[in-house]
């Protein structure tokens, strides 16, 4: 017994001991350092290979996809903004980076150009003094064509086999045709064929839902409508033009905002500025001036039926409010004020040529705090002259925590009105709802007035009657005077039957 436990247990140690020693071979095996490999002189090479790059596909995309250079050619530097595209002879360098921008182009597909371009930029981006850092990106305007010619190629790109070039003037979507976009491209779409039977530089008007991809080159000023006007228009170079058959599909909610770059320069708690902007409001009164446009291009309706309407004044007044930033939302009050407030040239072109300035009072808002709504269609029967009492629904996107002055005096200030926040909204118009605090047919109120209308109509029916017997009275009484004064023997008067 005692025997046999010795033996189980040795094996059990010889077994353990083994599969030790076979854990630390392996461990060591494993351990061991890699061995550089010698090249053909003999020299350690490393393998500067990664295993596993850290990449993407789309990422390689865009890279094969940008002008090679970039910013950095001398040649892009000497680009003239504002001035037609120079000629060889008057700016050889920019001449030399047009040939280039197109060769380039040449080179690529539409369809990849269309995918992988930048869109979250406007016109104006590419007008004003940032203009530069976007100099050679690849950009995509999703819009309406208004017109297209074609143009002779330059030499240079004929010896490439390039014979003519096409121009496409069009308004971006959200944007007024005060800020055109003009792309300059290669490959003619078959709804476009009618302009080959133009001279070349002639313009033919086109009326097409389009989306250009290009690169960017520089903002060129063209005669505008208005006299001696001009126009700073953005410039791009692309492969073709590629013609929709009806406007761009929306995906998701279709009133929902395209979110811009341009919008992250909206700033709370300031007043605003909606006309004569300066270089560093610019950004706000254009994200202010495409909120309206946008807002415009569908009924009130179809605002409210697609709109948050479970948010309360808080919501958009404390820090949660800039998660509802441009989210369209609705609310139901009173409206106190209303007025016509003053336009500008872009909405105008744009045919918004009137907007309205409302301050209502949410119903779920029992301090009393207002709201201001900002919207283009009249209120019909109710008058933009000032003080309103109407009770009305509004649907708009949520813009900023504006700053006013309101109209309690300030009594740090002799002479001046506090300064007050309050959320401001943009859409359509409102809509006239039914009064709450109106009267109704089972209300006390209907009950006074018709107990008073009542009384009023039992007196009027007393005077009446009153009249009506004293009248009688009066004529009673003169025939039996009649009676009493006649002669019986007087033949003259016959006697009454």
Known sequence: MSGRFVRTTHSKHRFAALAVFGAIVCGSALAQPTTTPKDATGDNKADTRAPLPADSPRRKARERLQIPGGHELAIYAAIEDYKPVASQDKNPREYDAWINFLLHAKNQSTRELDEFAIRDLVPLDLTK?????????????????????????????????????????????????????????????EPLAAVRDKKPEEWLDADHRVTASGYFFKAMNVPGDGTNAVTSVPVLIGKGLTVLAGPPTPSGNPVALDKKRLYEFIKDDTKMIR??????????????????????????????????????????????????????????????????????????????????????????????????????????????????NVWVSFAGFSFKRMRYESGEPDEKNPGKNLEKYAPLLIGRGPIIRPDPSAPTAGSWGVFIRGVIIAITLLLLGAGVLALWYRSGDRKAKAQITAARNRNPFDSSVAPRA
């Open 275 to 388: 006309t004569s902007p300066t270089e560093a409001t610019w950004p706000e009164v254009a994200a202010y001036n495409r909120v309206i446009l946008h807002a415009s291009r569908f009924p009130a309706a179809d605002l409210e039926a697609s709109a948050n309407a479970d948010l309360k004044f808080a919501d958009l007044f404390k820090e949660s409010r800039l998660a509802y930033r441009l989210a369209c939302v609705k609310f139901e009050g009173r409206l106190l004020s209303l007025r016509r407030i003053e336009g500008n040239d872009w909405l105008n072109a744009a045919g918004v040529t009137q907007v309205f300035e409302g301050w209502m009072i949410p119903a779920t808002e029992p301090r009393g705090n207002p709201i201001c709504i900002v919207f283009s269609e009249p209120l019909p029967d109710v008058e933009p002259t000032g003080t309103v």
């Open 129 to 189: 003094p940032m203009r530069g850092a976007y100099r050679t990106d690849l950009i995509r305007f999703d819009g309406k064509l208004n017109a297209v010619r074609r143009l002779v190629a330059p030499p240079q790109l004929q010896h490439q086999g390039v014979a003519e070039l096409f121009e496409a003037r069009f308004v971006p979507i959200d944007e007024s045709p005060a800020t055109p976009v003009s792309i300059v491209f290669l490959e003619l779409p």
